[in-house]
């Protein structure tokens, strides 16, 4: 079973910015997509971005131009690199990884933009 654990989160004024980081351990198979996903008080999760073991890249359109994804294949780690962060993008950030077996869920980092 795969365990990915998020770090990274905080605290920070708009216009500022955050990297979140996860690191996948546990039965790492073959990791196909590593991705974010974010849940905001009373809404649903949706996704952030995600990434393949190819380095081909997803990005909802909200965070497009702000946000940068990558991982390393060897580490089994995704970033989420956030820029220009806004008071909307505050939310609960999950990291998750798909491999054969299906997707496994980290317990969340929590990101608060606000002056």
């Given at each position: 079973q795969?365990?990915?654990?998020?770090s990274?989160g905080g605290l920070v004024?708009?216009?500022?910015?955050?990297?979140?980081s996860?690191a996948?351990?546990?039965?790492?198979f073959?990791?196909?997509?590593m991705?974010w996903?974010r849940?905001?008080?009373g809404?649903?999760?949706?996704?952030v971005?995600?990434?393949?073991?190819?380095?081909?890249?997803?990005y909802a359109?909200?965070?497009?131009g702000?946000f940068?994804?990558?991982?390393?294949?060897?580490?089994?780690t995704?970033?989420?690199q956030?820029n220009?962060?806004?008071?909307?993008?505050?939310?609960?950030y999950?990291?998750v990884?798909r491999?054969?077996l299906?997707?496994?869920w980290?317990?969340?980092?929590?990101?608060?933009v606000s002056?």
């Open positions: 795969v365990q990915p654990v998020e990274g004024q708009p216009g500022g910015s955050l990297r979140l996860c996948a351990s546990g039965s790492i073959s990791i196909d997509v991705g996903y849940q905001a008080p809404k649903q999760r949706v996704l971005a995600t990434i393949t073991s190819g380095g081909s890249t997803n359109d909200s965070v497009k702000r940068t994804i990558s991982r390393d294949n060897v580490k089994n995704v970033d989420l956030m220009s962060l806004k008071p909307e993008d505050t939310a609960v999950y990291c990884v491999t054969v299906g997707s496994s980290g317990q969340g980092t929590q990101v608060t002056s």
